[in-house]
C-alpha cells in the first residue's frame, strides 16, 4: 500500500518553464490537497478537490493550475515558472468517516528549485 | 481566514523530559486540531489529533490539550527519545471541511 505517491521527487527549472507534478493515491480517498512548504511559513494550501470533478482554489493559488484527472489522480501545474515558486511542494489526501472528519496524509514532497 | 500561531519555533531537551508546544488559533468555529510530526526529507505524518468535544486525548507518550474558550491547544510529549526529534506542525480547520491552517512548525531536538 504505497498511499501517495508524488513525482518528481528533486526538479530544477528555469524562469517561464512550466511543468506539471503529479500525485496519485491509492486509499480510494475522496479528497486531494496541494500545499507548498516555505522557511517560516508552514504548509499552505494551494488548491485542493473535494472529490472528482470539482477543484477549488486554496491560500496562495496564483501562478498554479490543478487537474483532478480520477479519483486517485491529482496534478499540479505550474505553467511559467517564477522564482518565487522555489519551494517544497506536498501532495495529500483524505476521506470524510463518519463521525471523525477529514484526516489528511501526505505524499513525501518535491522539492522544486526556480533558477 | 483562520490564523494559526506556533510557539517556540525551536525547542530542545534533554532526553527523558518533557516538551510542550503550544499553538492559538482565532476562529471560533474550527473544531478540529491535528498535529503532525515530519521528519527530515519526509512528508508530515499525524501523530495525535483532538476534536472540540474533548479537552485532552493521550496516546502514549503523546497529550494534546485544548482550551476552546482561549484558543489555544498544546502537544505534551513525555519521557522524550532521540526518535523524537523532528519538526512539529499543529494545525486547526473544521472537520467537516478542506480547508486545514498550519503553524509554522516547532522544531525538537532532543538530546541523549
Known amino acids: 500500500n504505497a498511499g501517495v505517491t508524488q513525482t518528481p521527487k528533486f526538479q530544477v527549472l528555469k524562469t517561464g518553464q512550466s511543468m506539471t507534478l503529479q500525485c496519485a493515491q491509492d486509499?480510494?480517498?475522496?479528497?486531494m490537497y496541494w500545499y507548498r512548504q516555505d522557511p517560516g511559513m508552514g504548509l499552505r494550501l494551494i488548491y485542493y478537490?473535494?472529490?472528482?470533478?470539482?477543484?477549488d482554489k486554496g491560500e496562495v493559488p496564483n501562478g498554479y493550475n490543478v487537474s483532478r484527472l480520477n479519483k486517485r489522480e491529482f496534478s499540479l501545474r505550474l505553467e511559467s515558472a517564477a522564482p518565487s515558486q522555489t519551494s517544497v511542494y506536498f501532495c495529500?489526501?483524505?476521506?470524510?468517516?463518519?463521525?471523525?472528519?477529514?484526516?489528511?496524509?501526505f505524499g513525501e514532497g518535491s522539492w522544486l528549485t526556480v533558477v | 481566514g483562520e490564523n494559526v500561531e506556533q510557539h517556540p519555533s525551536t525547542l530542545s531537551v534533554q532526553e527523558g523530559d518533557s516538551a510542550v508546544i503550544k499553538c492559538t488559533y482565532s476562529d471560533s468555529a474550527s473544531n478540529y486540531f491535528p498535529w503532525y510530526k515530519q521528519e527530515l526529507g519526509k512528508g508530515p505524518q499525524l501523530i495525535i489529533d483532538i476534536r472540540s468535544n474533548v479537552g485532552e486525548k493521550k496516546d502514549q507518550r503523546i497529550a494534546v490539550t485544548l482550551n476552546k474558550t482561549a484558543k489555544h491547544f498544546s502537544l505534551h510529549i513525555t519521557e522524550t527519545q532521540p526518535e523524537d526529534s523532528a519538526v512539529y506542525f499543529c494545525a486547526a480547520g473544521r472537520n467537516t471541511g478542506n480547508q486545514f491552517y498550519f503553524g509554522t512548525g516547532t522544531s525538537l531536538t532532543v538530546i541523549p
Open positions: 495529500a489526501s483524505s476521506i470524510k468517516q463518519v463521525n471523525s472528519g477529514n484526516t489528511i496524509y
Open positions: 478537490s473535494a472529490s472528482e470533478g470539482t477543484t
Open positions: 486509499m480510494n480517498h475522496n479528497s
